[in-house]
């Protein structure tokens, strides 16, 4: 069984998949709306945005997969966004209101053992990424049109000496992922649905490609939300809300080109995961509902498979895919 789970505005949900449909195995309390997840790779955890409570929390997976609370600690200014360091001893969260970055410490365990720094970054910080050397970390912040990138000190936790990688003017930077050479840093836009490839220059990295992820002209209510690439390399998805779409992007060339875009299902996909290399889940935010895709490892395409009713509406939702197996 691989468990799957979902963060919605009230619980985090864990269900079982099952042929006629998800069959829920658990909800657990971790405070007002916990919008992201992370799992830890060196262990049984998860770690949550609690985005609403202002707060971050950790929790342990047991042998079946099912979650129990371990730790919160403050993350104030609404965090949309937590993700570990490499070494996975520091939990990272963006705060969206505030434009903050936190950075706190774990115990040998895993669990949150208290704030070792907080730093003002920028209007509407979105997420947070470390590089694989765990020496810098990058945080797209919406509101100032820029991705900042930060010296790290991966033995005390704290981020200094911010500078600012300009993103075309109105874009509103929202995720971003590494190729796996860490040669490419693709950003997906909220504002004007586009993708950002930035290639690295020195030790840093230059903006160099700017596409579309949508098949027709932006309209209002358009907005990037989403990224992720497939385990080979060789693709980059994209969610695209108001149009409700998955944009596909082959990787074959020096920058990304846009192979297709296909239904969402879901409304308002606000975010999606690969599982393995065949299979991708989706939320649909304001259907209240979680989309199955299966997908085509040669081609990149993909077909919906299933909808999900949820009690709730989804916010994250994904395996723990990179976590230790129990």
């Given at each position: 069984?691989?468990?799957?789970?979902?963060?919605?505005?009230?619980?985090?949900l864990?269900?079982?998949?099952?042929?006629?449909g998800?069959r829920?195995?658990?909800?657990?309390?971790?405070?007002a709306m916990?919008?992201?997840?992370s799992?830890?790779t060196?262990?049984?955890a998860?770690?949550?945005?609690?985005e609403s409570?202002?707060?971050?929390?950790s929790?342990?997976?047991?042998?079946?997969?099912?979650l129990?609370t371990?730790?919160?600690?403050a993350?104030?200014g609404?965090?949309a966004?937590?993700?570990?360091?490499r070494?996975?001893?520091?939990v990272?969260?963006?705060?969206?209101?505030s434009?903050?970055?936190?950075?706190a410490?774990?115990d040998?365990?895993g669990?949150l053992?208290?704030?070792?720094?907080s730093?003002a970054?920028?209007r509407n910080a979105?997420?947070?990424?470390?590089?694989?050397d765990n020496?810098?970390l990058?945080?797209p912040c919406?509101g100032?049109?820029c991705v900042v990138?930060?010296?790290?000190?991966?033995?005390?936790?704290?981020?200094?000496a911010p500078?600012?990688l300009?993103?075309?003017?109105?874009?509103?930077?929202?995720?971003?992922?590494?190729?796996?050479?860490e040669e490419?840093?693709?950003?997906?836009?909220?504002?004007d649905?586009s993708?950002?490839?930035?290639?690295?220059?020195?030790s840093?990295?230059?903006?160099a490609?700017r596409?579309e992820?949508?098949p027709r002209?932006f309209r209002?209510?358009d907005?990037?939300a989403d990224?992720?690439?497939?385990?080979?390399?060789?693709?980059l998805y994209?969610?695209?809300?108001?149009h409700d779409?998955?944009?596909?992007f082959?990787?074959?060339?020096?920058?990304?080109e846009?192979?297709?875009?296909v239904?969402?299902v879901?409304?308002w996909?606000?975010?999606?995961?690969?599982?393995?290399?065949?299979?991708?889940?989706?939320?649909?935010?304001?259907s209240?509902?979680?989309?199955r895709f299966?997908?085509?490892?040669?081609t990149?395409?993909?077909?919906?498979?299933?909808?999900?009713?949820?009690?709730?509406?989804?916010?994250?939702?994904?395996t723990?895919?990179?976590a230790?197996a129990?």
């Amino acid at each position: 069984m691989t468990p799957l789970y979902v963060g919605g505005e009230r619980e985090l949900l864990v269900f079982e998949a099952a042929a006629d449909g998800l069959r829920q195995l658990q909800s657990v309390t971790v405070g007002a709306m916990p919008s992201f997840l992370s799992f830890a790779t060196s262990r049984r955890a998860l770690y949550v945005a609690v985005e609403s409570d202002d707060a971050v929390a950790s929790l342990r997976l047991d042998d079946e997969g099912l979650l129990h609370t371990t730790g919160h600690c403050a993350a104030e200014g609404g965090p949309a966004y937590v993700a570990l360091d490499r070494s996975e001893r520091f939990v990272l969260s963006a705060s969206y209101g505030s434009g903050e970055l936190h950075v706190a410490r774990l115990d040998e365990a895993g669990v949150l053992a208290g704030r070792v720094a907080s730093l003002a970054v920028g209007r509407n910080a979105h997420a947070v990424r470390a590089s694989h050397d765990n020496r810098r970390l990058y945080v797209p912040c919406k509101g100032d049109d820029c991705v900042v990138e930060l010296d790290f000190d991966a033995s005390s936790g704290r981020p200094s000496a911010p500078r600012r990688l300009s993103c075309p003017s109105g874009s509103g930077p929202r995720h971003l992922a590494f190729s796996a050479d860490e040669e490419r840093m693709y950003v997906v836009c909220e504002n004007d649905c586009s993708l950002l490839t930035f290639v690295r220059e020195g030790s840093s990295y230059r903006l160099a490609s700017r596409v579309e992820t949508l098949p027709r002209a932006f309209r209002a209510g358009d907005t990037g939300a989403d990224l992720h690439l497939s385990g080979d390399q060789r693709f980059l998805y994209v969610t695209n809300r108001g149009h409700d779409s998955l944009s596909i992007f082959s990787l074959a060339g020096e920058f990304p080109e846009r192979l297709d875009n296909v239904p969402s299902v879901g409304a308002w996909p606000r975010n999606f995961g690969l599982n393995g290399e065949r299979e991708l889940w989706l939320g649909g935010q304001e259907s209240s509902t979680v989309e199955r895709f299966s997908r085509d490892p040669s081609t990149g395409r993909l077909r919906h498979e299933a909808s999900f009713a949820v009690n709730q509406r989804v916010f994250w939702v994904g395996t723990a895919k990179g976590a230790a197996a129990p």
